[in-house]
C-alpha cells in the first residue's frame, strides 16, 4: 500500500471493517507530494474507494475557525528507560490483515510491512517509524453501521497493557487513558514514564491477548 505524504489520509469505518482493523485511522505523514486539490474532506479519483478519502490540514481549519487547539495526548519523548529487550521484528495481526515492524539499524526506525510487503509512500521510499505502540484494549462492535453492518470498534479508554518499540527493542508496558478528554499515559513494568523516540510514532489499537 502506498499513502500520499502532506495529507490526512483517513481510513472510515469500512475500510477498517474491511482488513478487520479495530478503528478508523487518521495518519499525518509530512513531506511532499499528495493527491489533486480537493474539498476538505474529498476523494482521490486514482485510488480505490474507501481507501481514497483525503484532506488538507488548512482547508480542514479553514472551514472550523472555532476549532480548538491541539492538546497534550500523552506522548514523552527522550532517553530510552532502561530495561527492554533486543527484538528484530514485532508483528500485528487482524482477522484480515497483518502488520510486521522491522527494524533497520542504518535507517534508526521501525520500517512497516504490510501482508508479507514492505509499504511504501506514493512517492518512493519505506514507510517507518522512530516509534511504534502496539496497544491492546478491548475490541467490541461499534454502534455505528456501515454498507449495512457493524464494524469492530476499539475502546482507546481505561487501561491495558502494550509493547512499545523504540531503538531494537521492545518495552512491555502499561497505559492509561481515565477518559476521553485526557491523553493516554505509558509505563513501564517498574513503573517508569515510557519515552519515545524523537521522530514518528504510529500507534496500532489491537484487540487483548486472550
Do not use: C
Not at 22 to 30: D, F, T
Not at 63 to 68: I, L, Q, T, V, Y
Amino acid at each position: 500500500m502506498r499513502w500520499s505524504r502532506r495529507t490526512i489520509m483517513i481510513w472510515t469505518s469500512a475500510a477498517a471493517a474491511a482488513i478487520g482493523l479495530a478503528v478508523a485511522l487518521i495518519v499525518v505523514l509530512p513531506g511532499r507530494g499528495g493527491p489533486p486539490a480537493a474539498p476538505a474532506p474529498g476523494r482521490d479519483p486514482r485510488r480505490v474507494a474507501p481507501h481514497n478519502l483525503y484532506a488538507h490540514t488548512s482547508r480542514l481549519l479553514a472551514e472550523a475557525p472555532g476549532a480548538s487547539r491541539a492538546h497534550d495526548i500523552g506522548f514523552r519523548f527522550g532517553p530510552a528507560p532502561a530495561g527492554g529487550h533486543a527484538t528484530a521484528s514485532f508483528p500485528v495481526s487482524y482477522p484480515a490483515a497483518s502488520f510486521t515492524f522491522r527494524w533497520s539499524a542504518g535507517d534508526g526506525r521501525w520500517l512497516v510491512w504490510m501482508d508479507g510487503t514492505p509499504a511504501r509512500a506514493a512517492e518512493g521510499g519505506p514507510l517507518s517509524a522512530a516509534t511504534v505502540v502496539i496497544q491492546y484494549t478491548r475490541v467490541r462492535t461499534s454502534r455505528f453501521l456501515e454498507a449495512g453492518a457493524r464494524p469492530p470498534y476499539a475502546e482507546s479508554t481505561g487501561t491495558g497493557t502494550g509493547v512499545v518499540l523504540r531503538g531494537g527493542k521492545a518495552y512491555p508496558v502499561r497505559w492509561s487513558r481515565p477518559g476521553a478528554d485526557g491523553g493516554t499515559t505509558f509505563t513501564t513494568t517498574s513503573g517508569q514514564v515510557m519515552t519515545f523516540a524523537r521522530g514518528p510514532v504510529r500507534v496500532v489499537l489491537a484487540a487483548a491477548p486472550g
